[in-house]
T-cell receptor
């Protein structure tokens, strides 16, 4: 099956700093999603981004499908950004099953 | 507001018992998924359904079953609970023809098998 690797596994940031999280995948995909799991366990869909670039406030994501990676940018980080960020990929369209990476655990300290 | 709910939120059961975890969504989504989350493994797909009466096995389906009798519900059954099934279980849904592609998750159920 498709392999998904995320880096770094852990990240500690000072509030206000910027960061880049990376997701590498082993096969061509038609479906790539980024999720944030907050410290209470809730999973929030951040982006559906099989290719190109999207922005939502302080977060943006870029997927270069031909090179099999995606990047999640967090600017001006806040303590509420803490949690685990997951990348999930699939071979089919945006509504179908995906494979999750093991995540990047982010801690933003005041 | 439309949502996806899971019940119970926490459950403790004994080895060998049958357990059913409920998942209910009010988005009228065609597609529903069950995952388990364990430390070091991220989320792994157990079963999924692309519509009423459709069910499919995921990567870790042994010991689990699902049935889809309506659009709103996809209950997950552990036929004979084992300690290895202690985990946090998440349900998710998605819609085939949606302006918002991607999966949307319930709050999770923490299951402990003693």
């Amino acid at each position: 099956g498709i392999q998904v690797e995320q880096s770094p596994p852990d990240l500690i940031l000072q509030e206000g700093a910027n960061s880049t999280l990376r997701c590498n995948f082993s096969d061509s995909v038609n479906n790539l999603q980024w999720f944030h799991q907050n410290p209470w366990g809730q999973l929030i869909n951040l982006f559906y981004i099989p290719s190109g670039t999207k922005q939502n406030g302080r977060l943006s994501a870029t997927t270069v499908a031909t090179e099999r990676y995606s990047l999640l940018y967090i600017s001006s980080s806040q303590t509420t950004d803490s949690g685990v960020y997951f990348c999930a990929v699939g071979l089919s369209g945006g509504y179908q099953k995906v494979t999750f990476g093991t995540g990047t655990k982010l801690q933003v300290i005041p | 507001d439309a949502e996806i709910t899971q019940s119970p939120r926490h459950k403790i059961t004994e080895t060998g018992r049958q357990v059913t975890l409920a998942c209910h969504q009010t988005w009228n989504h065609n597609n529903m998924f069950w995952y388990r989350q364990d430390l070091g493994h991220g989320l792994r797909l157990i079963h999924y359904s692309y519509g009423v009466h459709d069910t499919n096995k995921g990567e870790v389906s042994d010991g689990y079953s699902v049935s889809r009798s309506n659009t709103e519900d996809l209950p997950l059954t552990l036929e004979s609970a084992a300690s290895s099934q202690t985990s946090v279980y998440f349900c998710a849904s998605s819609e085939s023809q949606s302006p918002r592609p991607g999966q949307y998750f319930g709050p999770g159920t923490r299951l402990t098998v003693t």
